[in-house]
Structures are given as C-alpha cells and as structure tokens.
C-alpha cells in the first residue's frame, strides 16, 4: 500500500519587524516631545522624507508604522 504525501500547506511568509518611530531628533530641535495636530513628516536615515501626514500625531505615528513596515524601513524618523 503506497501512502500519498502531498503537501497542500503555503510557506508561511517572511516575518517582517514592526518600523520603529525614533523621536530624537525632533526632542532636540524642539526640547518636547512631538504631540497635537500639525503636518507629520518622517524621514529616513538618510535624511529622505518618505512619509507625510496632516493628523494628530498618535493617528500620524500610526500609519507611519504601517507605511515603514509595509516597505521593509527598519526605522522613520520624526522630522523636526
């Protein structure tokens, strides 16, 4: 008796890491946090602004994550 193994089972897709939402750079500019309603833009590494938002900072923070995440960025940067 001859047993069929099939595999019908997908490969699981790679995992990607959350992008990570650094806000150094703004504090030093600023001496606060970032917060309130206002123009978001998040930069690169680089430098390169990759995200803009017009929102609340948390609804800002939110879908830069999402953007940085779907793209494979490691890290945005909250642009002064």
């Known amino acids: 008796?001859?047993?069929?193994?099939?595999?019908?089972a997908a490969k699981p897709a790679p995992r990607r890491e959350r992008t990570t939402i650094e806000t150094n750079r703004f504090y030093?500019?600023?001496l606060r946090q970032p917060s309130g309603?206002?123009?978001?833009?998040f930069e690169t590494r680089a430098g390169e602004v990759v995200f803009h938002c017009n929102d609340?900072?948390?609804?800002?923070?939110?879908?830069?994550?999402?953007y940085g995440t779907e793209q494979g960025?490691?890290?945005l940067y909250t642009c002064p």
Not at 1 to 8: D, G, N
Not at 37 to 41: E, I, P
Not at 56 to 66: D, E, S
């Open 56 to 66: 609340t900072y948390g609804a800002a923070k939110k879908a830069a994550i999402a």
């Open 1 to 8: 008796m001859q047993i069929a193994t099939t595999s019908t």
């Open 73 to 75: 960025i490691d890290v």
């Open 28 to 30: 030093r500019s600023h």
């Open 37 to 41: 309603r206002g123009s978001w833009l």
